[in-house]
């Protein structure tokens, strides 16, 4: 039987605000490992057993983040699934078992998240191959972590009968008080909620036709014409906006009959807070977490992530400091839910920090904001080898560039020339114009905007490579 991952790459992840952004979610970061994002890990850690390439469900918006990370480990050839909008699990899944069922199999799909943490891979694989046969026989299999404390922040499974590696599920529980998750802990009958399931696709797709057919019904429509665009696949946008938004537990596993859980106990977390990060951390003597240039002195249990500069911290207990080039959030542990909060708060004022680093990473490379005025703004903008920008104008900003480091070919209304280091070239609005790195080395130069709208919109694209238009 053919086993294929399917990876759910959507959310937002603002309670790790400042790092976790809309355009740059936990997911394609480095939480853990310097070398490896959380959706790399999660992948690679399927590797040593004997399944199917994974295909990954992702916001058009972080497409490019996805094949790019994707491509770093080895995986050129995966399908990334792209949402016109993100409308929870229940529909993503969907999406995936009916895109499977195209190529004429019904394979069993894992599916997982791609911002959780398992540190024991080999249990983790043990828990798969039980789950198998289960699955074969048409079960919908959910995998139930074994608790090691009272906690409030995850739903729970109570565990009903003993069938073969698992259990029937009894019933799915809300997020309980601490008095109530202290007795679900006592009575070991119940498990945390992982949001991990495995199934057949026509299984899932059964169930979806007989619980919540309305979004099988917009899912069916959304896919039955699909459009390839190298490793992304697209459905039909405007069916897909008319499915309802709703979670797997809530439209299927709750109703079913044939939900059953397979307890895994490999030292999982979701990393759905700075806290919890903090407790999955290897930590120092006096409890304390560091990462990038910081200084603690006389300090403990508090976790400390420098991002762009020195950050020191004295004389402090159980707090949360972190720092970007735009943003810094100082937290109580135990407070760190509220970081939800901060950001609903920059949303409602028009502010961009919630959305956005200060570096914005592009097809092409990144730009970073360094200054910005009332009518002016400047940025330096890396350039990868090979890499070009799209063919566009504007019409309320003129730019000047200057190359700081290696060759870029510029397209400037009529003509197209060569500048190397320390040269420039002015640029008027309303000029068609290109920006190409035709070098083997990263091409480096600073932009100045100036204008009276100096926003991201005013660009009006006329070719693109990476399919922007």
Same mark, same amino acid.
């Given at each position: 039987?053919?086993? #294929?991952?399917?990876?759910?790459?959507?959310?937002?992840?603002?309670?790790?605000?400042?790092?976790?952004?809309?355009?740059?979610?936990?997911?394609?970061?480095?939480?853990?490992?310097?070398?490896?994002?959380?959706?790399?890990?999660?992948?690679?850690?399927?590797?040593?057993?004997?399944?199917?390439?994974?295909? =990954?469900?992702?916001?058009?918006?972080?497409?490019?983040?996805?094949?790019?990370? $994707?491509?770093?480990?080895?995986?050129?050839?995966?399908?990334?699934?792209?949402?016109?909008?993100?409308?929870?699990? &229940?529909?993503?899944? &969907?999406?995936?078992?009916?895109?499977?069922?195209?190529?004429?199999?019904?394979?069993?799909? #894992?599916?997982?998240?791609?911002?959780?943490?398992?540190?024991?891979? %080999?249990?983790?694989?043990?828990?798969?191959?039980?789950?198998?046969?289960?699955?074969?026989?048409?079960? $919908?299999?959910?995998?139930?972590?074994?608790?090691?404390?009272?906690?409030?922040?995850?739903?729970?499974?109570?565990?009903?009968?003993?069938?073969?590696?698992?259990?029937?599920?009894?019933?799915?529980?809300?997020?309980?008080?601490?008095?109530?998750?202290?007795?679900?802990?006592?009575?070991?009958?119940?498990?945390?909620?992982?949001?991990?399931?495995?199934?057949?696709?026509?299984?899932?797709?059964?169930?979806?036709?007989?619980?919540?057919?309305?979004?099988?019904?917009?899912?069916?429509?959304?896919?039955?014409? #699909?459009?390839?665009?190298?490793?992304?696949?697209?459905?039909?946008?405007?069916?897909?906006?008319?499915?309802?938004?709703? /979670?797997?537990?809530?439209?299927?596993?709750?109703?079913?009959?044939?939900?059953?859980?397979?307890?895994?106990?490999?030292?999982?977390?979701?990393?759905?807070?700075?806290?919890?990060?903090?407790?999955?951390?290897?930590?120092?003597?006096?409890?304390?977490?560091?990462?990038?240039?910081?200084?603690?002195?006389?300090?403990?249990?508090?976790?400390?992530?420098?991002?762009?500069? $020195?950050? /020191?911290? =004295?004389?402090?207990?159980? #707090?949360?400091?972190? %720092?970007?080039?735009?943003?810094?959030?100082?937290?109580?542990?135990?407070?760190?839910?509220?970081?939800?909060?901060?950001?609903?708060?920059?949303?409602?004022?028009?502010?961009?920090?919630?959305?956005?680093?200060?570096?914005? $990473?592009?097809?092409?490379?990144?730009?970073?904001?360094?200054?910005?005025?009332?009518?002016?703004?400047?940025?330096?903008?890396?350039?990868?080898?090979?890499?070009?920008?799209?063919?566009?104008?504007?019409?309320?900003?003129?730019?000047?560039?200057?190359?700081?480091?290696?060759?870029?070919?510029?397209?400037?209304?009529?003509?197209?020339?060569?500048?190397?280091?320390?040269?420039?070239?002015?640029?008027?609005?309303?000029?068609?114009?290109?920006?190409?790195?035709?070098?083997?080395?990263?091409?480096?130069?600073?932009?100045?905007?100036?204008?009276?709208?100096?926003?991201?919109?005013?660009?009006?694209?006329?070719?693109?490579?990476?399919?922007?238009?």
């Amino acid at each position: 039987m053919t086993i #294929l991952p399917i990876i759910m790459a959507g959310g937002s992840g603002t309670r790790l605000w400042p790092l976790s952004r809309t355009q740059y979610p936990k997911q394609f970061l480095p939480l853990l490992n310097d070398q490896k994002t959380m959706l790399q890990l999660t992948i690679t850690r399927l590797q040593g057993s004997s399944i199917q390439e994974p295909m =990954v469900i992702c916001s058009e918006d972080h497409r490019f983040l996805a094949a790019e990370q $994707l491509r770093q480990i080895g995986y050129k050839n995966s399908n990334i699934v792209l949402e016109p909008e993100g409308k929870n699990t &229940a529909p993503a899944i &969907a999406l995936a078992a009916l895109i499977a069922a195209q190529d004429n199999n019904d394979p069993i799909l #894992l599916v997982l998240s791609a911002d959780h943490l398992i540190k024991d891979t %080999e249990i983790f694989h043990q828990s798969i191959q039980a789950a198998i046969p289960l699955a074969e026989q048409g079960k $919908l299999v959910t995998f139930g972590i074994v608790p090691t404390h009272a906690e409030t922040g995850y739903g729970y499974i109570e565990q009903g009968q003993a069938i073969e590696s698992g259990f029937i599920v009894s019933r799915f529980v809300e997020k309980p008080n601490f008095e109530t998750a202290q007795q679900y802990l006592e009575s070991q009958k119940y498990l945390w909620n992982s949001g991990m399931f495995m199934f057949k696709a026509s299984r899932y797709l059964q169930e979806l036709e007989k619980f919540s057919p309305t979004i099988l019904q917009a899912c069916s429509k959304a896919t039955q014409n #699909l459009s390839m665009d190298d490793v992304f696949v697209r459905v039909i946008t405007e069916e897909f906006l008319q499915c309802p938004s709703d /979670s797997v537990d809530y439209a299927v596993m709750e109703k079913t009959q044939d939900a059953v859980v397979v307890p895994l106990n490999a030292q999982w977390s979701d990393i759905g807070s700075w806290s919890a990060l903090w407790d999955v951390s290897e930590q120092d003597r006096q409890g304390n977490v560091v990462h990038g240039d910081v200084l603690v002195e006389n300090s403990q249990n508090i976790l400390v992530h420098a991002n762009s500069r $020195l950050v /020191s911290v =004295v004389g402090a207990e159980n #707090l949360i400091v972190v %720092e970007t080039k735009d943003a810094v959030l100082v937290v109580n542990k135990d407070h760190v839910q509220d970081v939800k909060k901060v950001v609903e708060h920059l949303k409602n004022n028009h502010r961009t920090e919630h959305f956005n680093h200060r570096e914005v $990473l592009r097809p092409w490379g990144m730009y970073d904001s360094i200054d910005q005025g009332e009518r002016y703004q400047v940025k330096r903008i890396t350039v990868k080898p090979g890499a070009k920008l799209s063919v566009q104008m504007h019409y309320h900003r003129a730019e000047h560039w200057i190359v700081v480091s290696g060759t870029a070919r510029i397209t400037n209304g009529e003509k197209t020339f060569l500048l190397t280091e320390n040269q420039s070239t002015y640029i008027p609005s309303g000029e068609v114009h290109a920006l190409e790195n035709p070098g083997k080395i990263p091409l480096e130069l600073i932009e100045v905007q100036s204008g009276a709208y100096l926003g991201e919109d005013d660009i009006v694209r006329f070719e693109d490579k990476y399919g922007r238009i």
